[in-house]
């Protein structure tokens, strides 16, 4: 059972536009959630994190919004740019980062794809 | 979907041993297996790629005799970290690849405190 959903395997948007990736989860222990960006044949790379104590994070031209009621996190990209074409995973952990416990629990990614 | 699960999910070990670490595909094949290390600011370092009945292909700078890769069957592979040192403290998350696939799936990852 998939405890992290990301129910959209490609996303294809224009670019200048906004991109809005989503993702689902059940587990109601999930406290901490992370984006992240891969690109073929590298690591993923962090984008942004949101931990359950706030409903909104913003950084630059990425912002993840999480509805803990239902479940839902979901990251914009505006506007969105050629280079942010790539593999997008969300992440969900039900505790810290440096905490014995901490294991990421992942989606299983969603292309994007800008078009110029 | 498909799922991979690593054990264990937290490890503590003295200075000098060896750790064993294991990663499973539990529903599909996984012909290509990837070790990750994740730092400080979160993101993912590629340590190796592996194919199964092949060695394992290292990133630069990743001590292949220090950690060791063995991708025996198409559902696991394991990395040992050999002579472990406080610096190895890590957090090492795999990820699995089926035959002719593009996706990528990410186990829960395996949390390493040397003493």
């Known amino acids: 059972d998939q405890q992290v959903k990301q129910n959209s395997p490609s996303l294809s948007v224009q670019e200048g536009r906004i991109s809005i990736l989503n993702c689902d989860y059940t587990n109601s222990m999930f406290d901490y959630f992370l984006w992240y960006k891969k690109y073929p044949a590298e690591g993923p790379t962090f984008l942004i994190s949101i931990s359950s104590i706030k409903d909104k994070n913003e950084d630059g031209r990425f912002t993840v919004f999480l509805n803990k009621s239902a479940k839902h996190l979901s990251l914009h990209i505006v506007p969105s740019q050629p280079g942010d074409s790539a593999v997008y995973f969300c992440?969900?952990?039900?505790?810290?980062?440096?905490?014995?416990?901490?294991?990421?629990?992942w989606g299983a990614g969603t292309k994007l794809i800008i078009k110029p | 979907g498909a799922v991979v699960s690593q054990h264990p999910s937290w490890v503590i070990c003295k200075s000098g041993t060896s750790v064993k670490i294991e990663c499973r595909s539990l529903?599909?094949?996984?012909?290509?297996m990837f070790w990750y290390r994740q730092f400080p600011k979160q993101s993912l370092m590629l340590m190796a790629t592996?194919?199964?009945?092949?060695?394992?292909?290292?990133e630069q700078g990743v001590e292949k005799d220090k950690f060791l890769i063995n991708h025996a069957s198409l559902t696991l592979s394991t990395l040992t970290v050999t002579s472990a040192h406080p610096e190895d403290s890590s957090f090492y998350i795999c990820?699995?690849?089926?035959?002719?696939?593009?996706?990528?799936?990410f186990g829960p990852g395996t949390r390493l405190t040397v003493t």
């Open positions: 992440a969900a952990s039900a505790h810290p980062p440096m905490d014995s416990n901490y294991q990421l629990i």
């Open positions: 990820s699995a690849r089926g035959q002719d696939s593009y996706e990528q799936y």
């Open positions: 529903d599909f094949q996984a012909t290509t």
């Open positions: 592996s194919n199964e009945g092949s060695k394992a292909t290292y």
